[in-house]
């Protein structure tokens, strides 16, 4: 299982949301409205050691909430924000996360075609 | 003749045989060496005229991330807080070269790198030149005088493979003396240190020396010594020995 299916069992361990129902991977499914997706996303180059015995990853993970109400995508936005940011040294499914860390504030996005409101949440990841 | 980039990131630095882990690419501890004049100009001399000073070894630094059990970390811990000279040898793996100097380690502190990492700092006063070689010195063997006893690797009494890094002695039950015998019949040098590199005792080759009483194990435990054999022209070999009593 990847870093990101890890975190995607843990947001739905968390009530954040159903895997395959109401959280998915990289696309939204366009026949859920009130959903959530996990994105990987490029970070800086992984740092090591000499003789690569230690390497530490540091990808991003973007998530995006969608719900027909407003409010709704922003609370969920920042329960999402609480449960992931800050996070140290703690392993999630297979997964070792040396830390996840907010890159900013849940921030809106904007209005989809279906009038439904989306909030971004991005975060750096470390991981090793 | 071949041209190509020579990678280091599979190089290795150590301390008096014992390799440091953690280090961070882009700081193997070479250090600046310089050079001044001199005037040596007299007085029939119209125009002034140089000579040089003897070659200034330098300082080097060198950084990583800090491992608090991590014996080579432990180890310039342990050389920053004393006064010795130490080995220091840099392995370029990917070109079979490997540099050697003497060194005091002036400093061992930490500090936090930007991504919120403890980091370890290395600063070396070298003394002395550098050595560059493409191979380490040679030893025969590495025995003791007890009977009965078994080697780890089993050849290491008669001949000890270039690769080993380690000797394991197994001493039969009662024994509680015994010789160490370096055979290494072009070295320069041969000494055996029991703290860790700090101090060294000097061994002739093929002449057994009674193994320290004040480090010889209790009966169950083992005891570590490092011997350390100089070969002209050669990278400074490092041989942990291990004796085990029954």
Redesign the interface.
């Known amino acids: 299982m990847s870093w990101l299916e890890d975190l995607g069992t843990y947001l739905q361990t968390n009530s954040i949301g159903t895997l395959g129902s109401s959280i998915f991977y990289e696309n939204f499914d366009s026949s859920v409205i009130n959903s959530v997706i996990l994105i990987a996303q490029a970070g800086p180059a992984p740092s090591t050691t000499l003789g690569n015995t230690m390497t530490l990853r540091k990808p991003e993970l973007g998530i995006r909430v969608r719900n027909s109400d407003d409010s709704t995508a922003h609370t969920k936005a920042e329960s999402i924000f609480d449960l992931l940011n800050d996070t140290y040294n703690t392993t999630i499914g297979s997964t070792r996360f040396k830390s996840i860390r907010a890159i900013a504030d849940p921030f809106f996005v904007g209005q989809s075609k279906n009038d439904s409101y989306i909030y971004s949440i991005n975060f750096a990841v470390r991981i090793g | 003749m071949t041209k190509e980039h020579i990678d280091?990131?599979?190089?290795?630095?150590s301390i008096d045989g014992t390799v440091i882990?953690?280090?961070?690419?882009g700081s193997?501890p070479f250090s600046k060496p310089s050079r001044d004049k001199k005037e040596v100009t007299t007085n029939k001399d119209t125009v002034r005229r140089y000579g040089m000073k003897l070659l200034e070894p330098g300082e080097a630094s060198f950084q990583?991330?800090y491992i608090p059990n991590d014996p080579g970390q432990l180890a310039l811990k342990t050389a920053a807080d004393g006064l010795a000279e130490h080995t220091i040898q840099i392995n370029i793996t990917e070109a079979g070269i490997i540099y050697e100097y003497q060194a005091f380690v002036a400093t061992f502190y930490q500090s936090e790198e930007d991504?919120?990492?403890l980091m370890f700092n290395c600063d070396l006063i070298v003394t002395g030149g550098f050595s560059k070689t493409t191979t380490s010195a040679a030893i025969t063997s590495i025995e003791c005088a007890a009977v009965a006893v078994a080697y780890s690797p089993s050849t290491a009494n008669s001949a000890l493979a270039a690769s080993a890094n380690d000797v394991i002695i197994m001493e039969t039950t009662g024994i509680t003396t015994d010789t160490v015998k370096v055979t290494a019949a072009a070295a320069s040098y041969i000494g055996i240190s029991y703290d860790g590199g700090t101090t060294w005792s000097q061994l002739t080759s093929a002449t057994a020396a009674p193994f320290s009483a004040t480090y010889w194990p209790a009966a169950g435990s083992l005891a570590k010594a490092l011997i350390k054999v100089m070969e002209t022209n050669k990278a400074t070999r490092f041989v942990n020995l291990f004796i085990v009593r029954a």
């Open positions: 280091t990131t599979l190089s290795t630095v882990e953690g280090i961070t690419p193997l990583g991330i991504e919120n990492t």
